[in-house]
């Protein structure tokens, strides 16, 4: 057996999300093919480590250069010579750009490095950056390859950023379809147990400011029926969801169990599923939902109601006002007839489209041509 793919791995930050999800998932399938290094632009987030399994060999890095700080010949530099040490780089969102422009500064030697971008934080939820789109067009000049997951990241990767075709990958989210029906576990929320005749609506995402939960707490403070809001993640935002519960008088039913490694054990213990961001692409949360057999509730963002089945779109917000997220929340807590019609239609289109074995074999081609190396990962 040839020697393992050393891959180094730099991430805006560590702590569980979509991003994270998949890279810790594709860890996983290349199993003890390959060895891994993991950095976090933000140190102290390195939630998503409790995802990865024993078998896997890994470290989360310490004393690392630093991936943020402003331009510095010197810090690319010490980046690009502490990449030298491996076979392939990944670099995901602007957190770790760093990464590739230390490569177009200091290309000699350099392995090659792939670059992943799966969205926005608060920052560009809105509108982009103009000085971050230039920085992005210079620095991924130097990339292997730009990876996204939705056809809207994909418009900007094209027009905003210019990025040739050639360099440019559409790769979708996928999940382990299967488990998410069968493997659930009524203890698997730590503190939560259904009270009888309540509707669960659940959530799962970082607590930060662009998911914006607030907005889900007051909508589900005016469903006019028994409801629970479980919120599964962590993140800065905690209070501030505390708080929006307590403002509406429903904090005995908003639960915020913190960060669960394992959504397929917990996501069937939902009734709904529900978003509220200001930015999303394409959202691994939704794949989970649908493959759980749940109707979703969630703004109109990136490719979200492409993703859900036509049966779902009547539950769509048609904008992110809590009013409209509220009534479409009551309209699915009020008539289970159309939670179970919705939420089996959505576990069949992800059955269609979005089990994980697709996007592990294009990832696989993906890295193991950026590696001049066929098969190494197995």
Do not use: C
């Amino acid at each position: 057996m040839s020697a393992p793919v050393r891959i180094l791995h730099l991430h805006s930050s560590f702590a569980y999300g979509g991003k994270e999800a998949r890279a810790v998932r594709l860890m996983h399938a290349w199993g003890d093919r390959a060895v891994h290094s993991i950095v976090s632009g933000v140190p102290d987030r390195v939630e998503a480590q409790a995802a990865i399994g024993k078998h896997i060999r890994y470290e989360i890095a310490q004393n690392p250069p630093p991936l943020t700080g402003k331009p510095s010949v010197a810090r690319y530099e010490a980046i690009a010579a502490y990449m030298r040490r491996f076979d392939l780089v990944l670099t995901y969102n602007w957190g770790a750009i760093d990464g590739v422009m230390a490569k177009r500064v200091f290309a000699k030697g350099t392995p090659p490095v792939i670059h992943h971008e799966d969205g926005f934080n608060e920052d560009e939820a809105r509108r982009l950056n103009p000085v971050r789109n230039m920085y992005r067009r210079i620095a991924l000049g130097a990339a292997d390859a730009l990876v996204v997951p939705s056809h809207k990241l994909h418009a900007v990767a094209r027009d905003a950023w210019k990025q040739p075709e050639a360099r440019l990958h559409l790769i979708g989210n996928g999940v382990a379809v299967d488990r998410y029906a069968k493997d659930v576990r009524v203890d698997a929320i730590p503190g939560f147990r259904r009270k009888p005749g309540e509707i669960v609506i659940g959530s799962v995402a970082g607590l930060r400011e662009v998911k914006d939960l607030p907005l889900l707490v007051r909508a589900v403070g005016g469903i006019a029926v028994k409801v629970r809001l479980v919120i599964v993640g962590e993140g800065p935002e905690r209070q501030a969801i505390l708080d929006a519960a307590e403002a509406m008088g429903i904090d005995d039913r908003v639960h915020l169990p913190g960060f669960l490694p394992q959504p397929w054990t917990y996501m069937g213990l939902f009734d709904i599923f529900a978003l509220s961001s200001r930015s999303e692409q394409q959202p691994i949360s939704v794949m989970e939902a649908m493959a759980t057999g749940l109707p979703v509730v969630a703004p109109p963002l990136g490719d979200i109601a492409s993703m859900l089945a036509e049966e779902n779109a009547l539950y769509m917000g048609i904008d992110r006002h809590e009013v409209h997220l509220r009534d479409r929340l009551q309209a699915l807590a009020t008539d289970a007839p159309a939670r179970r019609r919705v939420g089996a239609a959505n576990q069949a289109k992800a059955r269609a489209q979005f089990d994980e074995a697709s996007m592990i074999a294009r990832y696989k081609a993906l890295y193991e041509t950026a590696l001049g190396r066929p098969g190494a990962l197995g």
